[in-house]
């Protein structure tokens, strides 16, 4: 028994509505549409005033990956008004491609001084178990600079596993000298969980 077909009709109503407790259902029900439909409305989504369903349609353009939805990633990543939005369009962006995303979101984390979008970006990269060592290495050498704790943490974090990491696959202790020593320099870090998460890297 098939299931019926979603109303796209209603659903773009609901999504225009402003109104969130349509809005959001409706954009979640859009994962039962086939992308070429589901598209258009995850765009239109992502035109309305709440930043909550803006977040929702970053999310679904997500999964429902087409070059439009990349490049309108790509302008809210950028220039959205609430963090929200841009950290959740940093993670979609990341579903996308890895390769593509890494250099926008290399400019984006060093522009962007929300600590929530900074901490998304962490997240999304530190995730990709392909991701090159030299990004994270990169990525994590800004994060450690940032004024938020918080931030400091991931970046420790990544830290830690390019040593764990570098010690696993390879064992002889080089290489990871960089990642190592930054590690010794946030041991000093005013805030204890940025130091706790050093201890922990270098520990392995």
């Excluded at 490049?71 to 990543?77: E, F, I, M, P, T």
């Excluded at 000093?188 to 201890?199: E, F, I, K, M």
Aim: glycine share 8%; charged share 20%; proline share 4%.
């Amino acid at each position: 028994m098939t299931l019926p077909s979603p109303d796209l009709s209603a659903l773009r109503d609901a999504i225009v509505s402003g109104d969130p407790s349509r809005a959001m259902p409706a954009l979640v029900g859009l994962r039962e549409v086939p992308d070429e439909q589901a598209v258009p409305l995850l765009l239109l989504g992502l035109e309305q005033s709440i930043f909550m369903v803006r977040s929702l349609s970053c999310a679904g353009l997500g999964v429902k990956q087409s070059e439009v939805g990349w490049q309108a990633l790509v302008n809210a990543v950028q220039h959205d008004e609430d963090a929200n939005v841009r950290a959740e369009a940093a993670n979609s962006l990341v579903s996308h491609s890895l390769e593509r995303a890494w250099p926008l979101l290399r400019e984006v984390f060093a522009a962007d001084q929300q600590w929530l979008v900074r901490c998304s970006i962490l997240s999304a990269l530190a995730e990709q178990p392909t991701i090159d060592p030299a990004w994270l290495l990169e990525l994590a050498a800004m994060a450690i600079t940032d004024a938020d704790g918080t931030v400091r943490v991931g970046g420790a974090e990544i830290l830690g596993r390019l040593v764990r990491d570098h010690d696993r696959d390879r064992g002889d202790g080089n290489g990871d000298g960089e990642a190592r020593a930054l590690l010794l320099q946030l041991q000093g870090d005013s805030d204890h969980r940025v130091v706790a998460a050093a201890l922990n890297g270098l520990q392995g």
